[in-house]
């Protein structure tokens, strides 16, 4: 390998990896625009203009996501958020509706960061710069690859109530023992709830053993709403 090659692979291994979710194109194309010209200290992985497209890309999670608070399809910004944050990812929430109301949801589900669209790119790359600063070197998990062919029609395993309970939860992004806190249950019942959780998905052929499949379990079977 160049030293010059050598050199440019050295700037992509410590420049913060991004994605971007938005479901307007134009504005999407120029946001990965803007960046790629102008913050080398970023490298753009991934543009997504739908839910369903980020969280199944190979390059998800990334360090850092930039999410559109307005979506047409059906996830809540909370869902959003949180399953950005259980996977490893730092959020910010870029939005044309400044209110305060949309301002606490997102803060209060976890985003680093709530900017209106109106904010120029160099403001938003400094809060981005703000926000990486404090989570550098945090261990990101990376295995969200899509699901293997022919199994992109799967069957969704029947939960009880409590599994039901307790996998929504944790996906969500709180640990075993805050499942069960929520739940007013013991720590070992909660953990016996998401035992069979994971059993009932491997059996349906849909691994769940990590964290991160079982987010991509909920995200997949409308857990994450």
């Known amino acids: 390998m160049s030293s010059t090659s050598s050199a ?59 999410l559109d608070f307005q979506l047409t399809e059906p996830v809540s910004i909370e869902a959003r958020v949180r399953t950005c944050r259980a996977a490893g990812a730092k959020v910010m929430v870029l939005s044309s509706l400044d209110t305060r109301e949309a301002r606490a949801r997102a803060l209060d589900a976890g985003a680093s960061a709530f900017l209106s669209k109106s904010v120029p790119m160099r403001e938003v790359m400094a809060s981005a710069r703000a926000v990486m600063g404090v989570a550098a070197g945090e261990h990101l998990q990376r295995d969200w690859r899509p699901l293997p062919v022919g199994a992109v029609t799967h069957q969704r395993p029947k939960l009880s109530a409590g599994e039901a309970e307790a996998f929504t939860l944790y996906v969500s992004g709180l640990s075993t023992v805050e499942v069960a806190t929520r739940m007013n249950v013991q720590y070992e019942t909660a953990k016996t709830y998401l035992r069979r959780v994971r059993e009932k998905y491997s059996k349906a052929n849909r691994p769940a053993s990590k964290k991160a499949d079982l987010i991509r379990r909920a995200a997949e079977d409308g857990y994450l709403q």
């Open 8 to 66: 440019a692979a050295a700037r992509s291994a410590q420049a913060v990896r991004l994605a971007i979710l938005d479901d307007h194109e134009v504005l999407l194309d120029s946001l990965s625009s803007w960046i790629n010209s102008n913050a080398p200290d970023f490298q753009l992985v991934l543009s997504a203009h739908t839910w369903s497209q980020l969280v199944h890309s190979d390059n998800f999670p990334t360090d850092l996501v930039f």
